[in-house]
């Protein structure tokens, strides 16, 4: 673990790094290792999140057929002022914060209640962090901001705090997680919190087939490119040699998991080297590649889910349509 200081004054950012570019390599092999030598294949979805992936999903956020962004920001919208009533926080942890776009609504409910004093954006990339804490240095002069660059099913311990702390985890992104891993993240988030804490979870929810299906595959072909972005990420820093039109976006809906499932495609029989592995990587015709999952629920799974890792839920709103889900939760 290393801290690099900010140069803003005494007070100014702070970045702690808890996963540097060697660790996150070493993690990408480990990971790639095993996901391409699996049957069936499957990689992590934070390999899509290099500096193109992370454009092209802020392209995708703006897309009309994808509505999580919209009615996350929409819940946000109508009740950060109660949000910040109900928790008092004294400091906002932000866990996959990216840009923290969304949160300054809570930053800004929280500071005009006057009880925010530390900003804590915990993300994988330590470039997305450096210019969003320089851009919220400006924005919000009051707050301390520390900024922790780790991988949030490892770091966890990184976020713990004696003030009253609010944790929030937003954006669906709990929905990458399969049902043990994610029931091991909330055990561990909970973990880390005290009386007084709470945690704000965002969750998108089930709905009509066709309307999921839309947002992961729309026609500008948006998502498409984003998804085959991880080839191109494969080929650069691990030396592969992915030929990345012999590819195609796929995404279905798993009706019994209720999760969306997004793949690529080989459309022809293909061996593809990845020289940092030393691996001949095998492709069928028409043999997936699985990149992520995104799973969908239904209010009484949220409250069971947090129930079981410790938590109760004390708060829930959705959006006018129903379509996604934010929850307040303490621990039990």
Known sequence: MRMLEGGIGEEGPRLKVLFDEAARRRALMEEARAGLTAMPKALSPRWLYDERGSLLFEEIT???????????????????????RLTRAETLVELGSGTSEKTRMLLTALSDLGT???????????????????????????????GVVGDFEHHLQAIRGDDRRLIAFLGGTIGNLEPAPRARFLREVARTMKVGDALLLGTDLVKARERLLAAYDDP?????????????????????????????????????????????????AQVVPVTALGLQ???????ALRTEISAKFRPEQVQAELAAAGLRMMDWWTDDGGEFGVSLSTRR
């Not at 703006?62 to 910040?84: D, F, G, K, M, N």
């Not at 279905?252 to 080989?266: C, H, K, N, Q, T």
Request: charged content about 35%.
């Open 281 to 287: 990587v095998p492709f069928a015709e028409g043999e």
């Open 62 to 84: 703006r897309l009309e057929v994808y509505y999580p962004t919209r009615r996350e920001r929409a819940i946000l919208r109508a009740y950060a002022r109660e949000i910040a």
């Open 116 to 146: 925010l004093r530390r900003f804590v954006p915990f993300d994988v990339s330590a470039a997305t962090l450096r210019a969003s804490m320089t851009r919220l240095r400006r924005d919000y002069p009051h707050l301390l901001l520390e």
């Open 220 to 268: 500008e072909g948006v998502t498409a490119a984003f998804n085959l972005n991880v080839l191109y990420v494969l080929n650069r820093e691990l030396g592969a040699r992915f030929d990345v039109p012999r590819f195609e976006h796929r995404v279905r809906f798993d009706e019994e998991r209720a999760w969306i499932e997004m793949s690529l495609r080989s459309r022809c």
